[in-house]
């Protein structure tokens, strides 16, 4: 199974990956953590990326056309694939579709996480991340039960340097210019499904099992 989950930042594409990859056991691939990786690394292309992140701008097509290229090679998608934040703009869904099609394979699902944007700005400027074990708070929503610290393991949460107000704006004004009108584009071909992103993760989840099990 191939599916795209898409929706504007901090709708919850990527709170959907531990109870998508349980029930589909298939790997969840976010273009994000991948340019995130690579920043880290300190690559070039890291330090590119970099910059148009804290500038709340997209990455480039070309860019991350190449790297989703190369991740979509490996071994662990040979069953399936679930694409968070790919593709963001019509050209990189053209893209994909081309690559799949030289594979002789096609998308099954584009879920589309809605929610409102005051929520979405809230959700950014009040996360915070456990660097040990990867799993997210919220100040707003989701406090831990010691104030900064993982309830699992305990580390110092941290907070993204691109999680504030001006990029979290930016990144919504980017989305709605270049990603929106995938929309139109799933629709027309019957593969998207809206899915209501204002509710708790699982909820939402609940919501995208139910639509591939009525498919089935």
Do not use: W
């Not at 990326?49 to 480039?60: C, N, Q, R, Y």
């Not at 998608?77 to 019509?90: A, E, M, N």
């Not at 699902?109 to 799993?135: H, S």
């Amino acid at each position: 199974m191939r599916i795209v989950i898409m929706g504007p930042p901090a709708s919850g594409k990527g709170s959907q990956k531990p109870f998508l990859t349980e029930e589909l056991n298939i790997p969840q691939i976010s273009t994000g953590e991948m340019f995130r990786n690579e920043i880290k690394k300190g690559t070039s292309l890291g330090k590119k990326i970099e910059k148009g992140m804290s500038e709340g701008k997209l990455v480039t097509d070309e860019l991350t056309n190449e790297i989703v290229k190369e991740r979509l090679k490996e071994e662990d998608v040979s069953k399936g694939f679930i694409l968070d934040g790919y593709p963001r703009t019509l050209p990189q869904a053209f893209y994909l579709d081309q690559l799949l099609k030289e594979k002789q394979l096609k998308l099954d699902y584009v879920f589309n996480l809605t929610a409102d944007e005051d929520l979405l700005i809230k959700r950014i400027i009040g996360r915070r991340t456990c660097p040990q074990c990867g799993r997210i708070y919220n100040i707003y929503f989701l406090k831990p039960k010691v104030a900064n610290k993982c309830d699992y393991c305990g580390a110092t949460l941290v907070k993204r340097k691109d999680d504030t107000k001006e990029v979290i704006i930016e990144r919504l004004k980017a989305y709605h210019e270049k990603t929106e009108p995938i929309i139109n584009y799933y629709q027309e071909k019957a593969i998207l499904v809206n899915i209501d992103g204002s509710k708790a993760p699982y909820d939402s989840f609940l919501e995208i099992k139910s639509a591939i099990e009525k498919s089935k």
